[in-house]
């Protein structure tokens, strides 16, 4: 899961494995989400968003999980490659404040060949 | 299109010297947003904009000035800079109208001694 504070929490995962990154969210009113990638020296790049009204939705090799109940999201990455290595983090957004995203810190997952 | 692009890439700065990081976006988005991202931590909103001549303070907005007198452009200005906005930048716009995506650009690194 995502923590705050210098060190982030890693992940190592041997290539072609899959990959689940986890996010306990703070506000039992958000109701978008969004996990992002963020690779080194750049900035952070969309990979899939959900809304509340959902619990499940699946893009290219990836999948986010939602659990309103216990506020936590997950990240599923299919078939792991090492092009994946990063720090993913997510998102989240409450419906009124539509112009405002409160990020985690992030998880650096790290594919090992 | 060149997305969100942002210069400088890198900059030393002496306590008490001022600076403007500047971002333009092509995309023709209404919204545009500034963050800064300390090491180990979320991004954190400083300022944002819903159009050209409107700016609002986002979380932490003391120490800088923002000015969107073009829809592309989107300047942050450092006066009097101070160790603790020693940081990565990273400006960022959406479409607007609700809850999407935000498309980054590859930040400025920000050292201030």
């Known amino acids: 899961g995502e923590s705050v504070g210098l060190h982030l929490p890693t992940l190592s995962v041997q290539e072609g494995d899959n990959s689940i990154i986890n996010c306990a969210y703070s506000n039992s009113a958000s109701d978008y989400f969004i996990w992002y990638k963020q690779e080194s020296g750049k900035g952070p790049q969309f990979i899939i968003d959900?809304?509340?009204?959902?619990d499940k939705r699946q893009g290219q090799r990836v999948t986010v999980l939602l659990n309103k109940t216990v506020k936590h999201l997950s990240l599923q990455i299919a078939a792991t490659q090492p092009g994946d290595s990063a720090v993913y983090f997510c998102?989240?957004?409450?419906?009124?404040?539509?112009?405002?995203?409160?990020f985690g810190s992030g998880t650096k997952l790290n594919v090992k060949p | 299109n060149a997305g969100v692009t942002q210069t400088p890439k890198f900059r030393i700065l002496k306590i008490g010297q001022s600076m403007t990081l500047q971002c333009a976006q092509d995309m023709n988005h209404n919204y545009m947003y500034w963050y800064r991202q300390d090491p180990g931590m979320g991004l954190k909103l400083i300022y944002y904009?819903?159009?050209?001549?409107?700016?609002d303070k986002g979380e932490v907005p003391n120490g800088y000035n923002v000015s969107r007198s073009t829809t592309e452009d989107f300047p942050l200005r450092l006066e009097l800079a101070a160790p603790s906005q020693t940081s990565v930048y990273f400006c960022?716009?959406?479409?607007?109208?609700?809850?999407?995506?935000?498309?980054f650009g590859p930040g400025t690194r920000l050292l201030v001694l």
């Open positions: 904009s819903v159009g050209a001549g409107i700016t």
């Open positions: 960022a716009s959406s479409y607007g109208t609700g809850q999407e995506t935000q498309y």
């Open positions: 959900i809304r509340s009204n959902m």
């Open positions: 998102a989240e957004n409450i419906s009124h404040n539509f112009n405002k995203f409160y």
